[in-house]
């Protein structure tokens, strides 16, 4: 995944292999709404306020829903949704971001990278 800078700590996160963006599927601004890839269209379903916790993690809320990112039911396994919800400080809320040149990587909860 690319995560691009658009302003005052907000990013637009993009998956490298199709370019799309990270996106609250329908706008959503309901706890465990999931998220999709769609073609960047600058709405704010599509940005990301990228805060650090502290521990070396992060936390990435939406800006329309201010809601965190989190994978559900804490899985660990392959295809598992990734959903919004409030911010609880839970460690599937928790993702770590690498630099992988030439792209910014968001590594998951239990430390997985992405697709690259």
């Given at each position: 995944m690319g995560l691009h800078e658009s302003g005052d700590g907000w990013y637009q996160v993009t998956a490298v292999h199709s370019g799309k963006a990270m996106d609250v599927d329908g706008e959503s601004?309901?706890?465990?709404a999931r998220l999709i890839q769609w073609p960047y269209h600058d709405g704010?379903?599509?940005v990301w306020h990228v805060i650090p916790n502290g521990d070396g993690t992060y936390r990435?809320?939406?800006e329309h829903s201010r809601m965190a990112l989190y994978v559900a039911q804490s899985s660990s396994r392959n295809g598992a949704p990734v959903q919004q919800s409030a911010w609880k400080s839970a460690k599937n809320q928790k993702w770590r971001i690498e630099a992988i040149v030439p792209f910014t990587a968001i590594v998951g909860p239990d430390g997985s990278p992405g697709q690259r």
């Open positions: 601004i309901d706890s465990g704010a379903n599509q990435l809320l939406n």
